[in-house]
C-alpha cells in the first residue's frame, strides 16, 4: 500500500476536520489562478507578436480540459481518493507552467497551449472536484458550508494571482510597471514568472496533499458508511447520468454560468458603455477596473455565504433564489441599470454572487439527489455543463454586442438584446429546477444501499 | 466524546494550517479591496 492510497490517508481517531478545508483551499487558491490568465494577455500578444484571440485560446482550451477531464477522469479520482488525485492535479499544473515557460522562451506558442492548457488544464479538472466528495464525507451536517470553503478559495485564487504575476514580471522585468496602461513585460521575464508561479503552485498543493485524509471508515467505499441522499438514495455515477435529474441540474448549472460569465466576460468595458454620453464615459478606465475587482468579491463571497445558507434553507430554494432573484436584477439592469453607476454596481455584484454561489451550491445539491456513493465523479461529469457554458456565454454576448455596434462606441441600450437573453436563459434554468423531483429507487444501487443500511445498524448497535 | 486511544489533533497545527492558507487570501483580499476603490475615487 502506498502513502498515496486512500486506505494510508484514513484519518486516525481524533483527527481534526478542520484540516480539510485548508487542505482543499491550498489546491483551489492554486487552481484558482486560471481565472487571473488575463494579467498575461498584453504580454503574451507582443511576446508572440500574436492577435489576443490566439493568446485567448489558451484559457479556453484550460476550461474545456477542465470540464472534460473532471468528467472523465471523476471516478477515477472518487476511487483514489483525494491525495492521489492531488497530487496528480499538483504535477499537471506546475508542469502546465513550466511547459508554458519553455514555449514564451523559445517562441512556440503551441507549447503555451499544449502547457498551460492541455496539461495544466487537466490539472484544473482533477484539483476541482479532488477535495470536494472528502468534504462532504467530513461534513454530512453542513455539506454547503464545507463544498462553499473550498470552491470559494477557487475564486480566491485569482485575487491572489492577480497582484502575484504583476510583481513577478516587475520583478523580472523592472521596466514593467503594471499600473501604466498597455504596459508590457519581456518573453524572459514572462517565462521566469511562469516557471516561479510553477514551482510556488506545486508546492502549495502538495502541503494540501499532505493535509488531507479521508474520514475513520473511508479507507474503502465498498465497506464505507454513506451518507444516502433524499429517500435514501444512494447512485453511481454512471447510473446517475441516465436520470432526469442530473441533467435537468446540468441544464440549471449551464443557465446560471451562462448568464454570469455574460456581465463577467465583458464587465469593464460595459460598465463604462453604460455610462457612456456623445462619445466619453463618465466611469474612467480605473474605476472601470475597481467595478472588476468588486464582482470578483462578491464572486468570491457568493460561494461561501450562499452555499452555506443552502444548508438552512435547502438546495432547490436556494437555486429558486439564485435564477429567479437572479432573472429579475438581470432585467432592472438591462432596463434601469444606467441610471446611476451604484445601482448598476449593486445590481451587477449580486448577479455574480449567486453566479458563484452556483457553482459552490451544486456538490451539496448532488449530494442530497444522489447521496455519497459517487458523488465526486457524478460532480466531475455536470463540469461539462461549466465548460460548454463557458463556451455559450461569450459567444451569446459577444455575438449581440457584434451586431449592434463597435466596442468603443457601444452605449446602455445596445446591451438591452443580450441582456435580455440572458433573463431567457435564466428562465430555462428556474424552470428546471423547479422541475428536479428525488431520484427514483429504480436507479438506487441496491447491494450498496443494503450494505450501508446494515453498517449503520451495527454502527448503531455498538454504541448502544 | 474522545476515547482514551483518541489523540485530538494539535490545536497549533490547526492554526498553521489556516494560517497558510489564510494569509495569501488575506493579501489577495487586500489587493482587490484597494483596486476595487478606483470605483469610488477613479
Known sequence: ?464 | MSTADETPTSPLLITLAWLLVGVPLAYGLWQTLVRASALVNG
Open chain 1, 1 to 464: 500500500m502506498s502513502v498515496l492510497d486512500k486506505q494510508a490517508i484514513v484519518a486516525r481517531p481524533g483527527y481534526s476536520r478542520w484540516l480539510i478545508p485548508p487542505a482543499a483551499l491550498a489546491v483551489h487558491l492554486s487552481i484558482g489562478q486560471v481565472y487571473a490568465f488575463s494579467v498575461f494577455k498584453n504580454s503574451l500578444v507582443a511576446s508572440f507578436d500574436t492577435s489576443l484571440t490566439a493568446i485567448g485560446w489558451v484559457f479556453s482550451i484550460a476550461i474545456v480540459m477542465l470540464g472534460l477531464s473532471a468528467a472523465v477522469l471523476g471516478t477515477w479520482v472518487e476511487r483514489s481518493g483525494p491525495r492521489k488525485a492531488m497530487l496528480a492535479s499538483a504535477i499537471c499544473w506546475g508542469t502546465g507552467f513550466v511547459v508554458g515557460s519553455a514555449g514564451i522562451a523559445t517562441g512556440q506558442l503551441w507549447l503555451l497551449y499544449l502547457g498551460y492548457g492541455v496539461i495544466g488544464g487537466i490539472g484544473l479538472g482533477i484539483g476541482y472536484i479532488s477535495p470536494v466528495s472528502t468534504l462532504i464525507k467530513w461534513f454530512p451536517d453542513r455539506p454547503g458550508l464545507a463544498t462553499g470553503m473550498a470552491i470559494m478559495g477557487f475564486g480566491g485564487g485569482a485575487l491572489i494571482a492577480s497582484p502575484l504575476s504583476n510583481r513577478l514580471m516587475s520583478l523580472y522585468d523592472p521596466d514593467f510597471v503594471a499600473t501604466e496602461p498597455g504596459a508590457v513585460a519581456s518573453g524572459t521575464a514572462l517565462a521566469q514568472t511562469f516557471l516561479t508561479l510553477g514551482v510556488i503552485y506545486t508546492l502549495f498543493m502538495l502541503i494540501g496533499a499532505a493535509l488531507v485524509r479521508v474520514p475513520p471508515g473511508h479507507g474503502d467505499d465498498s465497506t464505507a458508511e454513506h451518507s444516502p441522499g433524499t429517500n435514501g438514495a444512494l447512485v453511481r455515477a454512471s447510473s446517475a447520468i441516465r436520470t432526469r435529474q442530473f441533467w435537468l441540474l446540468w441544464v440549471v448549472l449551464f443557465c446560471n454560468v451562462t448568464a454570469g460569465i455574460g456581465i463577467l466576460e465583458q464587465a469593464a468595458p460595459m460598465i463604462q458603455d453604460f455610462f457612456r454620453e456623445d462619445g466619453s464615459s463618465a466611469i474612467t478606465a480605473a474605476a472601470a477596473g475597481g467595478f472588476v475587482g468588486v464582482l470578483s468579491l462578491a464572486n468570491m463571497s457568493g460561494r461561501f455565504v450562499w452555499s452555506s445558507l443552502s444548508d438552512r434553507i435547502g438546495r432547490k430554494p436556494t437555486y429558486v433564489m439564485y435564477l429567479g432573484v437572479g432573472l429579475v436584477f438581470y432585467l432592472l439592469l438591462a432596463l434601469f441599470g444606467s441610471a446611476s453607476p451604484v445601482i448598476f454596481v449593486a445590481l451587477a455584484a449580486v448577479i455574480i454572487s449567486f453566479y458563484g454561489g452556483g457553482f459552490a451550491t451544486v456538490p451539496a445539491y448532488l449530494k442530497d439527489l444522489f447521496g455519497t456513493l459517487e458523488v465526486g465523479a457524478i460532480h466531475g461529469r455536470l463540469l461539462t455543463a461549466w465548460a460548454a457554458a463557458g463556451v455559450a456565454g461569450p459567444l451569446i454576448v459577444n455575438g449581440i454586442l457584434d451586431s449592434v455596434g463597435e466596442p468603443g462606441n457601444l452605449v446602455a441600450a445596445d446591451y438591452r438584446p443580450a441582456l435580455l437573453t440572458m433573463v431567457g436563459v435564466l428562465a430555462v434554468g428556474f424552470v428546471a429546477n423547479l422541475l428536479i423531483k428525488p431520484v427514483s429507487d429504480t436507479h438506487f444501487d441496491h447491494d450498496a444501499h443494503a450494505a450501508n443500511e446494515e453498517r449503520v445498524a451495527d454502527r448503531q448497535e455498538a454504541t448502544r
